[in-house]
């Protein structure tokens, strides 16, 4: 399997704040996971009102999700990240979240969506993703 990320220098520096502007993949299993909140096994909310403390918990559990179907983050390609009542002065947390979980040259893509609301009215991030992972 390879799995190759596009950063063109014609497009803005995307790698800055934790994502890629495109990646192609060829493999043969295509993974999905929902989206991932905040919440541990016991549906206890960690870090509320802490924005990076949110996104890093429901990141860690996109990789709990992803490795119980023997998947990892570096098969990652693409993220679809909701906030709630997301403001452009927030994007540092995000960013910082983002670069943390997934290392330099591994950057999925990722679209981020300001919402009203999501499931919970106490989560303030969701987040899913798509992988590649290689047969065997």
């Given at each position: 399997m390879r799995i190759?990320?596009?950063n063109p220098k014609e497009?803005?520096?995307s790698t800055q704040y934790g994502f890629s502007q495109?990646?192609?993949?060829e493999g043969t299993r295509i993974v999905s996971i929902s989206g991932q909140v905040a919440w541990d096994a016991g549906q206890t909310l960690i870090g509320?009102?802490?924005l990076y403390a949110e996104t890093?918990?429901?990141l860690e559990n996109l990789k709990i999700a992803l490795e119980s179907v023997q998947a990892r983050l570096e098969h990652v390609i693409s993220l679809r990240i909701y906030i709630v009542d997301y403001k452009l002065e927030e994007s540092?947390?995000?960013s910082r979240a983002l670069k943390a979980f997934?290392?330099?040259g591994r950057e999925p893509t990722a679209t981020w969506i300001g919402?009203?609301?999501l499931a919970n009215p106490d989560f303030r991030i969701e987040i899913e993703a798509m992988a590649i992972v290689p047969e065997g």
């Open positions: 190759t990320r596009g497009l803005f520096n495109a990646v192609s993949s509320a009102g802490d890093s918990k429901s540092e947390s995000i997934f290392p330099e919402v009203n609301c």
